[in-house]
């Protein structure tokens, strides 16, 4: 059975829920719009959203496009339409990032009702986690939602861990005196007017007072910036890698999926989250994150899991700033109520 043209409703909640995904800075570089029949949704990157300095390559704005797509899919599944997704469907169209079927009804135990409400509930949490340790059943179904994405997720052991740590903290001096990158950070960094995007003062977090978990400075030097009073973080925080086999745009928006996936699943579970990014800003200490002993993967992430308090909400941009509804006035469906 086809399902009928989406309504305006539906598109909303669409756009709503691809909206709230992570991305670089808040950057939120996406763009929706909806497909020709109004059965599905095209995602764009939005290049005027680029954090160009630390991501030349639009890594970072692909993997924040596929989270964005996760997002969507997991809505989509609430509304009881099954998501096929094509990632860069057009080489002609290099913006259009990915095309999404919403014709077909979902399968009735799709994951939308288990990982929806945790869609509004994630938030990136910079505050010291508890010293505790996270079950072994619990990232059992983490590394296997990655790897539903096509995705390697790898809970690191204690040496992993310091290695991890070593190379972030090079990073982030590397940020630290490179004044290009820094006026690129304070670009996105709000913390007085009212804002759609970027960084609010109450989610930069504090620093680790024993210097061991190397949280990044989005101050960036600024005198009227606030100074969270430093506090003593977990003393072996648990990372987890997100690899993949090759380095492609397909692969970055494979990425962003399975880190989507990971971390709604890990809120659902009770655990905060924070992504530790400088190192893969910089070619020469992103290599230098993977397991020497192991092949070569392509390290796309770090991410920091804990118990602790959740983190802010950061600002969204309007539905409106992300939906095009330009050609799709006169479209069948719209204006109706959503089922």
Known sequence: MVEPALTLDQLRLLATA????????????WRLRPGPD????????????????????GRALHVSVGAAVFNLR???????????VRLLPDPSDKHLLAEIDLGEPAARHSFGHRLYPAIQDRH???????????????????????????????????????????????????????LARQAETR?????EAPASDGIPAAALGPQDRDARVPMRDFTAGRPDAPSPVPRHFEPLPQLCLLSTRTD??????????ALEHVWLLATVHGLRASVLHQAVEWP??????????????????????GYGPPGPATPRRPVEEILDLTDHHDTVGFGESSA
């Open 38 to 57: 109004a059965r599905g949704m095209l995602v764009f990157g939005d290049p005027h959203r680029a954090v160009a300095i630390a991501d030349p390559l």
């Open 187 to 191: 670009s996105w960094l709000h913390l």
């Open 74 to 84: 997991v809505a989509a599944a609430r509304l009881g339409r099954a998501a096929a």
């Open 18 to 29: 691809a909206g709230a995904a992570p991305s670089v800075h808040n950057s939120q570089p």
């Open 124 to 178: 990136s949490s910079r505050q010291p986690f508890a010293n505790r340790d996270i079950p072994e059943a619990v990232l059992g179904e983490l590394i296997e939602a990655a790897r539903e994405e096509g995705v390697l997720f790898s809970p690191l052991e204690e040496d992993g861990v310091l290695r991890v740590l070593t190379v972030t903290a090079e990073a982030e001096r590397r940020t630290a005196v490179d």
């Open 284 to 305: 020469e200490t992103r290599w230098r994150l993977r397991d020497p002993e192991s092949p070569p993967d392509h390290v796309q992430l770090a991410l920091r899991l």
């Open 248 to 257: 492609q745009p397909e692969d970055w928006l494979r990425t962003g999926q």
